[in-house]
C-alpha cells in the first residue's frame, strides 16, 4: 500500500521564480494538507484540500495556491518566490479531513537563493 | 490566540532513563491535540490522539496524557531508536488546520 509520494524531493530555485510542487495521497485517502516547516520548527498550515476545493486556508499570502484533482492528488504552487519561502513542504493526507490523524510524505525541500 | 509551546526544546538521555516531554496549550475549544514523531529528513508520523482531559493512551514504550492545558509524553526505559524530534499539536473546533509546537529533539545515547 502505497502511502504519501511528493514530488520533487529537492529543487533549487532562485528570487522570483515559480515553483510546483507535486503530491499523491494515500490509498483511499480524498484530503490532501499542505503545511510549510522551517528548519527547526514545527509545521505551519497552508490550506487543505477537500472534494477538488480549498475547504481551509491558513495564514500564508495568495502568492501560494494550490489545487485537487479528481484522483485526490493535489498541487502546491508559489509564485514569486522569497527567500523566506526556503523551507520543507510537507503534503499530509487523510479520509474526510476531519481527524488531525495525517498521514505525512517525505516533503520537498526548497532552497530559494 | 491558539498557541502550542513544548519544552524542553532538546533533551539527552541516557538508554533506560525515563523521562517525560511537556505539551503546553491554548486553544479556542480543543477538538483534539495529536503527537507526532518526526525523523531527519522525513515527514511528522503519527502516534497518538487524546481527546479530552485525564485520557491516556500508550505504544510500546510511550505514554501520553492530557489535562486542560497541557499534555505529556512519558517515555520509559527509551532505547536509541526513540531518537527523534516530538512534536505536539492541536485541533481547534470549527478548524480544519493543526497548530503545532516547535517540537523536543529527543536524543537517547546507548
Known amino acids: 500500500d502505497a502511502g504519501v509520494t511528493q514530488s520533487p524531493t529537492h529543487l533549487i530555485k532562485t528570487r522570483g521564480q515559480q515553483v510546483t510542487l507535486r503530491c499523491s495521497p494515500k490509498s483511499g485517502h480524498d484530503t490532501v494538507s499542505w503545511y510549510q516547516q522551517a528548519l527547526g520548527q514545527g509545521p505551519q498550515f497552508i490550506f487543505q484540500y477537500y472534494e477538488e476545493e480549498e475547504r481551509q486556508r491558513g495564514n500564508f499570502p495568495d502568492r501560494f495556491s494550490g489545487h485537487q484533482f479528481p484522483n485526490y492528488s493535489s498541487e502546491l504552487n508559489v509564485n514569486a518566490l522569497l527567500l523566506g519561502d526556503s523551507a520543507l513542504y510537507l503534503c499530509?493526507?487523510?479520509?474526510?479531513?476531519?481527524?488531525?490523524?495525517?498521514?505525512f510524505g517525505e516533503g520537498s525541500r526548497l532552497t530559494v537563493l | 490566540e491558539d498557541q502550542v509551546t513544548q519544552s524542553p526544546e532538546a533533551l539527552r538521555l541516557q538508554e533506560g532513563e525515563s523521562s517525560s516531554l511537556n505539551c503546553s496549550y491554548t486553544v479556542s475549544g480543543l477538538r483534539g491535540l495529536f503527537w507526532y514523531r518526526q525523523d531527519p529528513g522525513k515527514g511528522p508520523e503519527f502516534l497518538f490522539t487524546?481527546?479530552?482531559?485525564?485520557e491516556e493512551k500508550e505504544k510500546e514504550r510511550l505514554k501520553a496524557t492530557l489535562t486542560k492545558k497541557e499534555s505529556f509524553l512519558h517515555i520509559t526505559a527509551p532505547k536509541p531508536e526513540d531518537s527523534a524530534t516530538y512534536l505536539c499539536?492541536?485541533?481547534?473546533?470549527?478548524?480544519?488546520?493543526?497548530?503545532w509546537g516547535a517540537g523536543t529533539k529527543l536524543i537517547i545515547k546507548p
Open positions: 487524546l481527546y479530552s482531559a485525564g
Open positions: 499530509a493526507s487523510s479520509l474526510g479531513g476531519d481527524t488531525g490523524e495525517l498521514f
Open positions: 499539536a492541536v485541533r481547534p473546533d470549527s478548524n480544519y488546520q493543526l497548530i
